[in-house]
């Protein structure tokens, strides 16, 4: 069993009455009402085509994707000196 990487997309949308028709692109996992957004993840090695796809429907305003693999989440550092906060 292969663990499929999937990516967060959030798509802003005119009216959210086109809300259902996302769901052929990936799982919805959050949608907003009063700010006309759907949050959805889709399988990575499909991200391009479901961008394009996307943003040539009508009823899209804008899609945006996570930035989290760009993130660095590496905090530690080498040169920092640890320092004493209890002296006894």
Do not use: A, C, W
Not at 4 to 20: A, C, P
């Amino acid at each position: 069993m292969d663990i499929v990487e999937r990516i967060s997309i959030i798509v802003y949308l005119k009216n959210m009455k086109h809300e259902r028709q996302l769901r052929k692109f990936g799982n919805i996992y959050f949608t907003h009402k009063k700010e006309h957004y759907v949050m959805l993840y889709t399988n990575e090695d499909k991200i391009d085509d479901t961008i394009q796809h996307l943003m040539k429907l009508k009823y899209v305003k804008d899609v945006k994707v996570s930035p989290f693999k760009q993130v660095k989440r590496d905090y530690s550092s080498k040169n920092v000196e640890k320092k004493e906060y209890l002296n006894f």
